[in-house]
Every structure is written in C-alpha cells, then in structure tokens.
T-cell receptor, first 112, second 117 residues
Framework: KAGVTQTPRYLIKTRGQQVTLSCSPI?????VSWYQQTPGQGLQFLFE???????NKGNFPGRFSGRQFSNSRSEMNVSTLELGDSALYLC???????????FGPGTRLTVL | ELKVEQNPLFLSMQEGKNYTIYCNYS?????LYWYRQDPGKSLESLFV?????AVKQEGRLMASLDTKARLSTLHITAAVHDLSATYFC?????????????????FGKGTKLSVIP
C-alpha cells in the first residue's frame, strides 16, 4: 500500500513569511504526528492528531500549529518564520495503540 | 522532562564484528521504538518494544527492553557495510500524557554507525 506522502518536498521562504506543509497518511491510519529535525536539536515532537483532534503537543511556540481533516490528511502551519525554523519536517502516521509510526519523506524548509 | 540518551553517538566498526548501542531514558515507559535513518532519507521503523523483557530480532539486529532499568539495547551481530546508517531510539509517553493509543515520542540524539569493509 502507498506510504506516507508529504508535500512539498522542498521549500524556500524568507523570514516573516508563513508556510503550510501537507501530509497524507497511510490509508486507514488515523493518527498523524509531526516532528522537526535539525542538526542541533535532533528530532523533536511537534504534535499528534487523531480524528481531527490534537491529542499531544510538544514544546514549540504558538507559531507552530496544525490541523487534521476528516480524511485524516493533516497540515501544519508555521507563521512569522525565523531562521531557526529551517529544518526537515517529518510527518508520521499510525494505526495507534502502540503500533509503529511510519514516516514520510519529509519537507525540507529553508528560511532565508 | 523525559531525557533519552544514546551511546555511543558515533560508532566505527569493522565488518564481521559485534557491537551494542545503548538507549537509557529517565522516566518510566514501556513503549520504545528503534528507527534507522540513511543520509538524506526519512526514518525507517526497525522495532517496536511494548513490554518489559521484550526482545525482537530481524536479520543481524536484535533489540531488547528492560523497563525497570529504563534501558534498551540494539545489538548488531557480524556487521556488514549495508548496516551503515544512523540509529535512533525513541521513548513514547503519549499514553501517560493523553491516554491509550496516543503518541508523543522523545528521540535520542542517534548513533551514527559506520561499518568499514
């Protein structure tokens, strides 16, 4: 079956702009999580959605937000971009209940 | 705050040798995952460990979980070059924070493994 897909794969923005990233989970998966990966901070949890509800949220400022649609597709938004937001943003989907999370290829965001 | 520590962070080993990567964590949890990441790629799931004493094996890799010691190990047997990658452990506190079935993974910094022919 098809894996997790993320769009766009690469993005270049300037400081102060906002950006929306999209994630389509594996068919049947209702849990979608977002992670930020940077060389300095490593992999950090942003938030998890299940059935359109945010269940968990990591320690990120309010500029980072997300949502999930009824078809389980998810978007995350970053407003007022800062240079430090440059990172690989990974989306992962799961059936839940301890099942592994399957990661998408990521969106590489560069903020200039 | 949950801390997840992996060691070593860098590991260079010869083909055919055995080695173990350690993952220590600071808060009680019985849900731990191991992932592999190749350069420029996303994360690939290796193992899911969901109870104390869990042991999983796949090919030359074997993972175990000791929840009482808050320790998981990833053992590499007779390493081959194809195993060169970065390996991450991740502890899941989602159930503790938000109930059954939810996720909130905290990752270790990763172990960069280089297997030299």
């Amino acid at each position: 079956k098809a894996g997790v897909t993320q769009t766009p794969r690469y993005l270049i923005k300037t400081r102060g702009q906002q950006v929306t990233l999209s994630c389509s989970p594996i068919s049947g998966h209702r849990s979608v999580s977002w992670y930020q990966q940077t060389p300095g901070q490593g992999l950090q949890f942003l938030f998890e959605y299940f059935s359109e509800t945010q269940r968990n949220k990591g320690n990120f400022p309010g500029r980072f937000s997300g949502r999930q649609f009824s078809n389980s597709r998810s978007e995350m938004n970053v407003s007022t971009l800062e240079l430090g937001d440059s990172a690989l943003y990974l989306c992962a989907s799961s059936l839940g209940g301890g099942d592994t999370q399957y990661f998408g290829p990521g969106t590489r965001l560069t903020v200039l | 705050e949950l801390k997840v520590e992996q060691n070593p962070l860098f590991l260079s080993m010869q083909e055919g040798k055995n080695y173990t990567i350690y993952c220590n964590y600071s808060t009680t949890s019985d849900r731990l995952y191991w992932y592999r990441q190749d350069p420029g790629k996303s994360l690939e799931s290796l193992f899911v460990l969901l109870s104390n004493g869990a042991v999983k094996q796949e090919g030359r890799l074997m993972a175990s979980l000791d929840t009482k010691a808050r320790l998981s190990t990833l053992h590499i047997t007779a390493a081959v070059h194809d195993l060169s990658a970065t390996y991450f452990c991740a502890v899941d506190m989602g159930e503790l924070y938000s109930g059954a079935g939810s996720y909130q993974l905290t990752f270790g910094k990763g172990t960069k493994l280089s297997v030299i022919p």
